[in-house]
Protein backbone atom coordinates (compact mmCIF):
# COMPACT_ATOMS: atom_id res chain seq x y z
CA UNK A 1 0.00 0.00 0.00
CA UNK A 2 1.52 3.06 -1.19
CA UNK A 3 2.10 5.97 1.75
CA UNK A 4 0.57 9.12 0.71
CA UNK A 5 2.18 12.71 -0.10
CA UNK A 6 0.48 14.84 1.45
CA UNK A 7 -1.84 13.86 4.54
CA UNK A 8 -3.72 16.25 6.28
CA UNK A 9 -5.98 16.05 9.25
CA UNK A 10 -7.83 18.87 10.80
CA UNK A 11 -5.80 21.36 9.39
CA UNK A 12 -6.73 25.02 11.46
CA UNK A 13 -5.03 28.51 10.36
CA UNK A 14 -5.91 31.47 12.29
CA UNK A 15 -4.89 35.09 12.07
CA UNK A 16 -4.47 37.40 14.73
CA UNK A 17 -4.66 41.14 15.49
CA UNK A 18 -4.79 43.56 18.32
CA UNK A 19 -8.49 43.66 17.88
CA UNK A 20 -9.21 39.64 17.28
CA UNK A 21 -8.34 36.65 15.91
CA UNK A 22 -10.31 35.66 12.45
CA UNK A 23 -10.01 31.75 11.71
CA UNK A 24 -9.55 31.39 7.84
CA UNK A 25 -9.24 27.76 7.29
CA UNK A 26 -11.67 25.04 9.67
CA UNK A 27 -10.88 21.90 9.96
CA UNK A 28 -9.70 20.70 6.01
CA UNK A 29 -8.88 17.15 5.50
CA UNK A 30 -7.89 15.35 2.29
CA UNK A 31 -5.01 13.25 1.35
CA UNK A 32 -2.84 13.49 -1.69
CA UNK A 33 -1.79 9.99 -3.64
CA UNK A 34 2.04 9.71 -5.67
CA UNK A 35 1.33 10.34 -8.91
CA UNK A 36 -1.75 11.93 -8.11
CA UNK A 37 -3.58 15.58 -9.18
CA UNK A 38 -5.71 16.96 -6.30
CA UNK A 39 -7.42 20.53 -7.28
CA UNK A 40 -8.37 22.79 -4.87
CA UNK A 41 -10.82 25.47 -6.11
CA UNK A 42 -12.71 28.27 -4.34
CA UNK A 43 -13.43 31.69 -4.62
CA UNK A 44 -10.95 34.72 -3.36
CA UNK A 45 -10.59 34.43 0.39
CA UNK A 46 -11.82 30.92 0.66
CA UNK A 47 -8.36 29.82 2.18
CA UNK A 48 -6.96 28.45 -1.15
CA UNK A 49 -3.46 29.53 -0.72
CA UNK A 50 -2.89 30.06 2.78
CA UNK A 51 -3.32 25.27 2.87
CA UNK A 52 -0.64 26.03 0.72
CA UNK A 53 1.42 28.00 2.67
CA UNK A 54 0.59 25.77 5.51
CA UNK A 55 2.05 22.62 3.56
CA UNK A 56 5.39 24.34 2.30
CA UNK A 57 5.73 25.00 6.21
CA UNK A 58 5.56 28.71 5.82
CA UNK A 59 4.21 30.82 8.64
CA UNK A 60 2.88 34.47 8.33
CA UNK A 61 3.29 37.08 10.86
CA UNK A 62 0.48 36.60 13.13
CA UNK A 63 -0.93 33.15 11.99
CA UNK A 64 -1.69 30.35 14.19
CA UNK A 65 -1.39 26.73 12.23
CA UNK A 66 -2.86 24.00 13.84
CA UNK A 67 -3.51 20.05 12.38
CA UNK A 68 -4.28 16.81 13.96
CA UNK A 69 -1.51 15.62 10.97
CA UNK A 70 0.25 17.44 8.52
CA UNK A 71 2.42 15.61 6.75
CA UNK A 72 4.16 16.35 3.26
CA UNK A 73 6.77 13.72 1.90
CA UNK A 74 7.34 11.74 5.01
CA UNK A 75 7.16 14.88 7.40
CA UNK A 76 5.69 16.41 9.28
CA UNK A 77 5.90 20.05 8.77
CA UNK A 78 4.85 21.48 12.21
CA UNK A 79 7.66 19.72 13.67
CA UNK A 80 9.94 20.69 11.37
CA UNK A 81 13.28 23.24 12.59
CA UNK A 82 14.16 26.13 10.63
CA UNK A 83 16.96 24.43 9.04
CA UNK A 84 14.77 21.51 8.64
CA UNK A 85 12.27 23.74 6.63
CA UNK A 86 15.02 25.10 4.11
CA UNK A 87 15.89 21.22 3.68
CA UNK A 88 12.10 20.61 3.03
CA UNK A 89 11.30 22.80 0.79
CA UNK A 90 14.59 22.63 -1.62
CA UNK A 91 14.17 18.67 -1.91
CA UNK A 92 10.82 18.04 -1.54
CA UNK A 93 8.34 20.68 -2.58
CA UNK A 94 8.21 22.75 -5.90
CA UNK A 95 5.95 26.01 -6.19
CA UNK A 96 4.46 27.88 -9.37
CA UNK A 97 2.96 30.65 -8.73
CA UNK A 98 0.52 32.95 -10.61
CA UNK A 99 2.43 35.59 -12.20
CA UNK A 100 5.76 33.84 -13.56
CA UNK A 101 7.02 37.82 -13.71
CA UNK A 102 6.93 38.25 -10.05
CA UNK A 103 8.77 34.92 -9.23
CA UNK A 104 11.91 36.28 -12.09
CA UNK A 105 14.76 38.16 -11.05
CA UNK A 106 14.47 40.74 -13.74
CA UNK A 107 18.32 41.05 -13.69
CA UNK A 108 19.74 37.58 -14.15
CA UNK A 109 19.42 35.37 -17.21
CA UNK A 110 16.50 33.08 -16.89
CA UNK A 111 20.00 30.26 -17.08
CA UNK A 112 21.26 32.33 -13.94
CA UNK A 113 18.01 31.88 -12.11
CA UNK A 114 17.69 27.57 -13.16
CA UNK A 115 21.67 27.10 -12.40
CA UNK A 116 20.71 28.44 -9.07
CA UNK A 117 18.65 25.96 -7.86
CA UNK A 118 21.39 23.15 -8.64
CA UNK A 119 23.82 25.08 -6.90
CA UNK A 120 21.50 25.14 -4.31
CA UNK A 121 21.53 21.51 -4.20
CA UNK A 122 24.78 21.10 -3.94
CA UNK A 123 25.92 20.93 -8.03
CA UNK A 124 29.31 22.25 -9.36
CA UNK A 125 29.08 25.16 -11.29
CA UNK A 126 29.75 23.41 -14.90
CA UNK A 127 27.20 20.43 -14.17
CA UNK A 128 24.69 23.26 -12.96
CA UNK A 129 25.20 24.44 -16.68
CA UNK A 130 24.57 21.46 -18.06
CA UNK A 131 21.57 20.27 -15.73
CA UNK A 132 19.96 23.85 -16.72
CA UNK A 133 20.02 23.57 -20.79
CA UNK A 134 18.30 19.77 -19.86
CA UNK A 135 15.87 21.57 -17.51
CA UNK A 136 14.95 24.28 -19.94
CA UNK A 137 14.80 21.65 -22.86
CA UNK A 138 12.55 18.85 -20.80
CA UNK A 139 9.97 21.95 -20.67
CA UNK A 140 10.02 22.84 -24.09
CA UNK A 141 12.01 25.94 -24.66
CA UNK A 142 13.40 26.40 -28.08
CA UNK A 143 16.99 26.35 -28.32
CA UNK A 144 17.85 26.24 -24.28
CA UNK A 145 21.64 26.65 -24.27
CA UNK A 146 20.90 30.12 -25.75
CA UNK A 147 18.12 30.75 -24.29
CA UNK A 148 19.38 30.30 -20.96
CA UNK A 149 20.82 33.92 -22.30
CA UNK A 150 18.10 35.46 -21.84
CA UNK A 151 16.34 38.10 -19.63
CA UNK A 152 12.64 37.75 -18.11
CA UNK A 153 11.83 40.76 -20.05
CA UNK A 154 12.17 39.14 -23.17
CA UNK A 155 9.75 36.54 -22.91
CA UNK A 156 6.31 35.73 -23.43
CA UNK A 157 3.79 35.00 -20.52
CA UNK A 158 4.09 31.69 -21.29
CA UNK A 159 7.80 31.45 -21.81
CA UNK A 160 8.14 33.03 -18.15
CA UNK A 161 5.90 30.28 -16.42
CA UNK A 162 7.87 27.26 -18.37
CA UNK A 163 11.08 28.90 -16.83
CA UNK A 164 9.70 28.85 -13.12
CA UNK A 165 8.47 24.81 -13.89
CA UNK A 166 11.75 24.15 -14.56
CA UNK A 167 12.91 25.44 -11.44
CA UNK A 168 10.51 24.07 -9.58
CA UNK A 169 11.15 20.45 -10.63
CA UNK A 170 14.81 20.92 -10.60
CA UNK A 171 14.91 20.14 -7.17
CA UNK A 172 13.21 16.35 -8.00
CA UNK A 173 9.85 17.31 -5.73
CA UNK A 174 7.52 14.89 -4.47
CA UNK A 175 4.66 17.65 -4.26
CA UNK A 176 4.12 20.79 -6.70
CA UNK A 177 2.11 22.67 -6.11
CA UNK A 178 0.12 24.98 -8.65
CA UNK A 179 -1.48 28.22 -7.07
CA UNK A 180 -3.45 29.64 -10.19
CA UNK A 181 -0.28 28.75 -12.19
CA UNK A 182 -2.51 29.96 -15.38
CA UNK A 183 -4.74 33.10 -14.66
CA UNK A 184 -3.28 35.79 -17.43
CA UNK A 185 -2.72 33.55 -19.63
CA UNK A 186 -4.74 32.79 -23.01
CA UNK A 187 -6.13 29.43 -23.77
CA UNK A 188 -3.74 28.33 -25.78
CA UNK A 189 -1.08 28.92 -23.64
CA UNK A 190 -2.75 27.61 -21.14
CA UNK A 191 -3.11 24.27 -22.41
CA UNK A 192 0.28 23.68 -23.19
CA UNK A 193 1.43 24.83 -19.99
CA UNK A 194 -1.19 22.05 -18.51
CA UNK A 195 -0.70 19.99 -21.04
CA UNK A 196 3.62 20.30 -20.25
CA UNK A 197 2.80 19.87 -15.94
CA UNK A 198 0.38 16.62 -16.94
CA UNK A 199 3.41 14.82 -19.68
CA UNK A 200 6.12 15.64 -16.94
CA UNK A 201 4.42 14.18 -13.87
CA UNK A 202 3.74 11.34 -16.06
CA UNK A 203 7.53 11.14 -17.21
CA UNK A 204 8.32 12.05 -12.84
CA UNK A 205 5.47 10.53 -10.75
CA UNK A 206 4.97 13.48 -8.21
CA UNK A 207 1.84 14.49 -6.82
CA UNK A 208 0.13 18.25 -7.37
CA UNK A 209 -2.00 20.32 -6.01
CA UNK A 210 -3.85 22.41 -7.77
CA UNK A 211 -5.13 25.83 -7.27
CA UNK A 212 -7.51 27.63 -9.01
CA UNK A 213 -10.57 29.03 -9.07
CA UNK A 214 -11.13 28.24 -13.18
CA UNK A 215 -13.25 24.79 -12.82
CA UNK A 216 -12.83 23.62 -16.27
CA UNK A 217 -8.92 23.65 -15.89
CA UNK A 218 -9.18 21.82 -12.40
CA UNK A 219 -11.81 19.59 -14.29
CA UNK A 220 -9.49 18.46 -16.94
CA UNK A 221 -6.43 18.07 -15.01
CA UNK A 222 -7.13 16.37 -11.48
CA UNK A 223 -8.75 12.86 -10.34
CA UNK A 224 -10.19 14.35 -7.71
CA UNK A 225 -11.31 17.90 -6.26
CA UNK A 226 -12.04 19.44 -2.94
CA UNK A 227 -14.25 22.25 -3.10
CA UNK A 228 -13.63 25.40 -0.08
CA UNK A 229 -15.80 28.00 1.13
CA UNK A 230 -14.90 29.97 3.97
CA UNK A 231 -11.95 28.12 4.84
CA UNK A 232 -14.40 25.08 5.33
CA UNK A 233 -13.90 21.86 3.02
CA UNK A 234 -17.98 21.82 2.18
CA UNK A 235 -17.38 18.54 -0.67
CA UNK A 236 -14.84 16.45 -2.27
CA UNK A 237 -14.57 13.74 -4.24
CA UNK A 238 -13.61 13.04 -8.52
CA UNK A 239 -13.67 15.60 -10.92
CA UNK A 240 -16.62 14.03 -12.68
CA UNK A 241 -18.67 14.23 -9.53
CA UNK A 242 -18.18 17.25 -8.20
CA UNK A 243 -18.57 19.50 -10.88
CA UNK A 244 -20.97 17.94 -13.10
CA UNK A 245 -23.11 16.57 -9.87
CA UNK A 246 -22.12 18.76 -7.13
CA UNK A 247 -24.10 18.18 -4.25
CA UNK A 248 -23.38 20.98 -1.80
CA UNK A 249 -25.07 24.42 -2.55
CA UNK A 250 -22.24 26.38 -2.92
CA UNK A 251 -20.23 23.76 -5.46
CA UNK A 252 -23.74 24.05 -7.82
CA UNK A 253 -23.67 27.90 -7.53
CA UNK A 254 -20.00 27.65 -8.61
CA UNK A 255 -20.62 25.72 -11.90
CA UNK A 256 -23.81 27.43 -12.68
CA UNK A 257 -22.14 30.71 -12.85
CA UNK A 258 -19.78 29.25 -15.25
CA UNK A 259 -20.15 30.46 -18.88
CA UNK A 260 -19.98 27.50 -21.59
CA UNK A 261 -18.56 27.04 -24.90
CA UNK A 262 -21.82 24.16 -25.29
CA UNK A 263 -24.73 26.47 -24.86
CA UNK A 264 -25.63 29.56 -26.71
CA UNK A 265 -25.01 32.86 -25.86
CA UNK A 266 -28.55 34.46 -24.02
CA UNK A 267 -27.23 37.66 -25.48
CA UNK A 268 -30.12 39.23 -28.20
CA UNK A 269 -28.31 39.11 -31.37
CA UNK A 270 -31.16 40.97 -32.51
CA UNK A 271 -30.02 44.51 -31.13
CA UNK A 272 -27.10 45.50 -32.57
CA UNK A 273 -27.24 47.93 -35.83
CA UNK A 274 -24.09 46.96 -37.83
CA UNK A 275 -25.45 48.82 -41.22
CA UNK A 276 -24.48 52.48 -38.88
CA UNK A 277 -21.52 52.44 -37.75
CA UNK A 278 -20.22 54.06 -35.00
CA UNK A 279 -17.01 53.43 -35.66
CA UNK A 280 -14.79 52.77 -39.11
CA UNK A 281 -11.92 51.61 -38.78
CA UNK A 282 -9.54 51.69 -41.54
CA UNK A 283 -5.82 49.82 -42.42
CA UNK A 284 -5.06 50.30 -38.11
CA UNK A 285 -1.37 49.28 -37.94
CA UNK A 286 0.90 49.77 -34.65
CA UNK A 287 4.73 48.56 -34.85
CA UNK A 288 6.97 48.39 -31.65
CA UNK A 289 10.58 48.40 -32.16
CA UNK A 290 10.15 46.89 -36.03
CA UNK A 291 7.72 44.30 -35.00
CA UNK A 292 3.81 44.84 -35.77
CA UNK A 293 1.28 44.50 -33.07
CA UNK A 294 -1.44 45.61 -35.64
CA UNK A 295 -0.86 44.82 -39.25
CA UNK A 296 -3.88 47.21 -41.48
CA UNK A 297 -6.78 46.07 -39.62
CA UNK A 298 -10.02 47.36 -40.63
CA UNK A 299 -13.70 46.65 -39.29
CA UNK A 300 -16.75 48.61 -38.40
CA UNK A 301 -18.47 49.03 -34.77
CA UNK A 302 -22.13 49.21 -35.06
CA UNK A 303 -24.33 50.93 -32.82
CA UNK A 304 -25.52 49.28 -29.95
CA UNK A 305 -23.17 46.50 -30.78
CA UNK A 306 -20.90 44.25 -28.46
CA UNK A 307 -17.58 43.40 -30.48
CA UNK A 308 -15.53 40.86 -29.22
CA UNK A 309 -11.85 40.79 -29.90
CA UNK A 310 -9.72 37.53 -28.91
CA UNK A 311 -6.87 35.95 -29.79
CA UNK A 312 -3.57 34.64 -27.54
CA UNK A 313 -1.12 36.73 -25.89
CA UNK A 314 0.50 39.19 -28.14
CA UNK A 315 -1.90 39.12 -31.01
CA UNK A 316 -2.37 42.76 -30.80
CA UNK A 317 -5.87 42.67 -28.66
CA UNK A 318 -5.04 45.62 -26.13
CA UNK A 319 -3.31 47.69 -28.88
CA UNK A 320 -6.21 47.55 -30.65
CA UNK A 321 -8.42 48.79 -27.55
CA UNK A 322 -5.70 51.84 -27.00
CA UNK A 323 -5.44 52.48 -30.60
CA UNK A 324 -9.41 52.92 -30.22
CA UNK A 325 -9.18 54.70 -27.14
CA UNK A 326 -6.51 56.80 -28.31
CA UNK A 327 -4.14 56.24 -26.18
CA UNK A 328 -1.11 55.26 -28.60
CA UNK A 329 -0.23 56.82 -31.82
CA UNK A 330 -0.63 54.22 -34.72
CA UNK A 331 -1.04 54.86 -38.84
CA UNK A 332 -4.37 54.26 -40.43
CA UNK A 333 -7.63 55.99 -39.35
CA UNK A 334 -10.24 55.29 -36.99
CA UNK A 335 -13.43 58.03 -37.12
CA UNK A 336 -16.70 58.15 -35.11
CA UNK A 337 -19.78 58.54 -36.58
CA UNK A 338 -20.36 62.81 -37.35
CA UNK A 339 -22.79 63.56 -34.47
CA UNK A 340 -20.37 62.14 -32.20
CA UNK A 341 -17.30 63.79 -33.47
CA UNK A 342 -18.92 66.75 -32.86
CA UNK A 343 -18.34 66.45 -29.01
CA UNK A 344 -14.81 66.66 -29.29
CA UNK A 345 -12.84 67.83 -27.36
CA UNK A 346 -15.94 68.96 -24.89
CA UNK A 347 -16.34 65.27 -23.63
CA UNK A 348 -14.08 61.89 -24.18
CA UNK A 349 -15.84 59.33 -26.81
CA UNK A 350 -14.17 56.11 -25.38
CA UNK A 351 -13.66 54.96 -21.51
CA UNK A 352 -12.00 51.86 -20.76
CA UNK A 353 -12.34 49.46 -18.28
CA UNK A 354 -8.98 47.14 -17.83
CA UNK A 355 -8.38 43.77 -16.43
CA UNK A 356 -6.50 45.17 -12.86
CA UNK A 357 -8.52 48.09 -11.00
CA UNK A 358 -5.85 48.80 -8.40
CA UNK A 359 -4.01 50.04 -11.48
CA UNK A 360 -6.52 52.18 -12.65
CA UNK A 361 -8.15 54.14 -9.53
CA UNK A 362 -6.25 56.38 -7.72
CA UNK A 363 -5.87 54.44 -4.27
CA UNK A 364 -5.73 58.37 -2.34
CA UNK A 365 -9.64 58.98 -3.63
CA UNK A 366 -12.52 57.73 -1.86
CA UNK A 367 -15.50 56.48 -3.90
CA UNK A 368 -17.37 59.00 -4.17
CA UNK A 369 -14.19 61.04 -4.99
CA UNK A 370 -13.93 59.20 -8.46
CA UNK A 371 -17.32 58.88 -9.28
CA UNK A 372 -17.82 62.83 -8.79
CA UNK A 373 -14.85 63.23 -10.54
CA UNK A 374 -15.82 60.88 -13.19
CA UNK A 375 -19.53 62.68 -13.68
CA UNK A 376 -17.92 66.06 -14.16
CA UNK A 377 -15.39 65.14 -16.61
CA UNK A 378 -17.78 63.10 -18.52
CA UNK A 379 -20.95 65.75 -18.24
CA UNK A 380 -22.81 63.09 -16.67
CA UNK A 381 -26.29 64.54 -14.81
CA UNK A 382 -26.68 61.84 -12.38
CA UNK A 383 -25.60 62.23 -8.68
CA UNK A 384 -22.84 59.89 -7.12
CA UNK A 385 -25.78 57.99 -5.41
CA UNK A 386 -27.59 57.16 -8.29
CA UNK A 387 -24.34 56.44 -10.08
CA UNK A 388 -23.09 53.56 -7.13
CA UNK A 389 -27.31 52.11 -7.67
CA UNK A 390 -27.04 51.60 -11.16
CA UNK A 391 -24.14 48.84 -10.92
CA UNK A 392 -24.95 47.69 -7.90
CA UNK A 393 -22.76 48.85 -5.03
CA UNK A 394 -23.55 49.35 -1.43
CA UNK A 395 -23.94 53.20 -0.82
CA UNK A 396 -21.92 52.96 2.56
CA UNK A 397 -19.06 51.74 -0.11
CA UNK A 398 -18.80 55.27 -1.28
CA UNK A 399 -16.56 56.66 1.77
CA UNK A 400 -13.94 53.73 1.16
CA UNK A 401 -10.81 53.53 -0.55
CA UNK A 402 -10.52 51.22 -3.22
CA UNK A 403 -8.46 48.80 -1.31
CA UNK A 404 -10.86 48.46 1.60
CA UNK A 405 -12.52 46.91 -1.22
CA UNK A 406 -13.51 43.10 -2.83
CA UNK A 407 -11.96 42.45 -6.08
CA UNK A 408 -15.47 42.36 -7.28
CA UNK A 409 -16.53 45.33 -6.06
CA UNK A 410 -13.24 47.38 -7.31
CA UNK A 411 -14.06 46.28 -10.72
CA UNK A 412 -17.79 47.58 -10.26
CA UNK A 413 -16.43 51.06 -9.41
CA UNK A 414 -14.22 50.87 -13.03
CA UNK A 415 -17.04 50.03 -14.54
CA UNK A 416 -19.26 52.50 -13.06
CA UNK A 417 -16.74 55.41 -13.64
CA UNK A 418 -16.93 54.24 -17.61
CA UNK A 419 -20.56 54.98 -17.35
CA UNK A 420 -20.92 58.54 -15.47
CA UNK A 421 -21.78 60.45 -18.53
CA UNK A 422 -22.95 59.59 -21.84
CA UNK A 423 -20.21 58.15 -23.69
CA UNK A 424 -20.81 56.42 -26.62
CA UNK A 425 -17.76 53.58 -26.59
CA UNK A 426 -16.73 51.30 -23.68
CA UNK A 427 -13.43 49.27 -24.37
CA UNK A 428 -13.56 46.45 -22.16
CA UNK A 429 -9.90 45.16 -21.57
CA UNK A 430 -9.86 41.47 -19.94
CA UNK A 431 -12.27 43.11 -17.24
CA UNK A 432 -13.22 39.67 -15.37
CA UNK A 433 -10.46 37.31 -16.09
CA UNK A 434 -8.58 37.68 -12.83
CA UNK A 435 -12.37 37.51 -11.19
CA UNK A 436 -13.49 34.19 -9.24
CA UNK A 437 -15.98 32.87 -11.37
CA UNK A 438 -18.64 34.06 -9.61
CA UNK A 439 -18.11 37.23 -9.16
CA UNK A 440 -17.38 36.95 -12.88
CA UNK A 441 -20.59 36.10 -13.48
CA UNK A 442 -21.95 39.55 -11.62
CA UNK A 443 -19.63 41.45 -13.46
CA UNK A 444 -20.93 40.22 -16.68
CA UNK A 445 -24.63 40.76 -16.19
CA UNK A 446 -23.88 44.21 -15.16
CA UNK A 447 -22.32 45.02 -18.38
CA UNK A 448 -25.46 43.56 -20.35
CA UNK A 449 -27.65 45.33 -18.02
CA UNK A 450 -26.02 48.78 -18.51
CA UNK A 451 -25.40 48.16 -22.42
CA UNK A 452 -29.33 47.53 -22.62
CA UNK A 453 -30.06 49.88 -20.95
CA UNK A 454 -28.09 52.55 -22.07
CA UNK A 455 -27.42 51.63 -25.77
CA UNK A 456 -23.67 52.05 -25.79
CA UNK A 457 -21.65 50.11 -27.96
CA UNK A 458 -18.73 47.79 -26.84
CA UNK A 459 -15.46 46.41 -27.32
CA UNK A 460 -14.89 43.35 -25.73
CA UNK A 461 -11.38 42.07 -25.29
CA UNK A 462 -10.68 38.72 -23.71
CA UNK A 463 -8.71 35.37 -24.16
CA UNK A 464 -12.12 33.27 -22.42
CA UNK A 465 -13.80 32.20 -25.74
CA UNK A 466 -16.69 31.04 -23.59
CA UNK A 467 -16.92 34.67 -22.01
CA UNK A 468 -17.02 36.46 -25.15
CA UNK A 469 -19.36 33.98 -26.99
CA UNK A 470 -21.90 34.79 -24.35
CA UNK A 471 -21.79 38.70 -24.85
CA UNK A 472 -20.59 39.13 -27.93
CA UNK A 473 -22.71 40.16 -31.53
CA UNK A 474 -19.72 39.85 -33.67
CA UNK A 475 -16.54 38.62 -32.50
CA UNK A 476 -13.27 39.38 -34.33
CA UNK A 477 -9.98 36.76 -34.31
CA UNK A 478 -6.31 39.05 -34.00
CA UNK A 479 -3.58 36.63 -34.75
CA UNK A 480 -0.01 38.17 -34.83
CA UNK A 481 -1.60 41.37 -35.64
CA UNK A 482 -4.09 40.80 -38.54
CA UNK A 483 -7.32 40.46 -38.65
CA UNK A 484 -7.66 37.18 -39.56
CA UNK A 485 -11.77 36.42 -38.90
CA UNK A 486 -14.95 38.53 -38.42
CA UNK A 487 -17.83 37.21 -38.22
CA UNK A 488 -21.41 36.57 -36.07
CA UNK A 489 -20.79 34.99 -32.89
CA UNK A 490 -22.48 31.84 -34.00
CA UNK A 491 -21.34 31.91 -37.08
CA UNK A 492 -18.15 31.99 -36.12
CA UNK A 493 -18.45 28.64 -33.66
CA UNK A 494 -19.95 26.52 -36.45
CA UNK A 495 -18.81 28.05 -39.73
CA UNK A 496 -16.07 28.38 -41.94
CA UNK A 497 -13.37 30.07 -39.98
CA UNK A 498 -9.60 30.49 -40.05
CA UNK A 499 -7.58 27.63 -38.97
CA UNK A 500 -6.17 29.89 -36.11
CA UNK A 501 -9.61 30.37 -35.49
CA UNK A 502 -10.29 27.09 -35.14
CA UNK A 503 -7.25 26.02 -32.77
CA UNK A 504 -8.24 28.57 -30.52
CA UNK A 505 -11.71 27.20 -30.12
CA UNK A 506 -10.31 23.62 -29.61
CA UNK A 507 -8.32 24.95 -26.70
CA UNK A 508 -11.16 26.55 -24.85
CA UNK A 509 -11.64 24.20 -22.15
CA UNK A 510 -15.53 23.23 -21.93
CA UNK A 511 -16.55 21.81 -18.49
CA UNK A 512 -18.80 19.49 -19.65
CA UNK A 513 -16.91 17.73 -22.71
CA UNK A 514 -13.55 17.75 -20.43
CA UNK A 515 -14.69 17.35 -17.05
CA UNK A 516 -15.95 13.69 -17.40
CA UNK A 517 -12.50 12.59 -18.75
CA UNK A 518 -10.66 11.71 -15.17
CA UNK A 519 -7.19 11.95 -16.32
CA UNK A 520 -4.73 9.12 -15.22
CA UNK A 521 -2.83 9.09 -12.16
CA UNK A 522 0.98 8.93 -12.52
CA UNK A 523 2.84 6.14 -11.87
CA UNK A 524 5.67 7.10 -8.70
CA UNK A 525 8.78 7.80 -10.68
CA UNK A 526 12.17 8.18 -9.97
CA UNK A 527 12.50 12.45 -10.30
CA UNK A 528 15.29 14.00 -12.32
CA UNK A 529 17.79 11.66 -10.69
CA UNK A 530 16.47 8.48 -12.83
CA UNK A 531 15.53 10.47 -15.67
CA UNK A 532 19.48 12.07 -15.76
CA UNK A 533 20.65 8.37 -15.82
CA UNK A 534 18.55 7.30 -18.95
Not at 84 to 111: D, H, S
Not at 137 to 145: E, H, I, K, S
Not at 368 to 389: C, D, N, P
Request: aromatic share 4%; charged share 20%.
Amino acid sequence: MTTSVVSVDNLRVSYSTSRSSVEVVRGVSFDIAPGESYGLVGESGSGKSTIALALTGHRVAGATVTADSLNVAGLDVLDLSQSELRAFRARKIGVVYQEPARALNPTMTVGAQVAEVFRLRGDDRGLARRETVAALDRVGLPDPATFASRYPHELSGGQQQRVVIAMALAVSPELLILDEPTTGLDARVETEVMALIDQLQIELGFATLLISHNLPLVAAHCQRIGVLERGVLVEHGSAADVLLNPSHAYSKKLVAALPDLAFASARNRDSADETDPLVTVTGLSKSYGGKRALDNVSLTIGRNEILGIVGQSGSGKSTFGRALAGLIRYDGQVSFTDSFERRRPARPLVQMVFQSPDASLNPRRTVRQVFARSIELLGGTGTVEMLAESTGLDLALLKLLPHELSGGQKQRVAIARAFAGPVPLVICDEPTSALDVSVQALVLDLLEELQERTGVSFVFISHDLAVVRRLADRIGVLHEGRLVDLAPTEQLFSGDVDAYTESLIASAVDLRARGVRTPAVAAPGDGWQANRAR
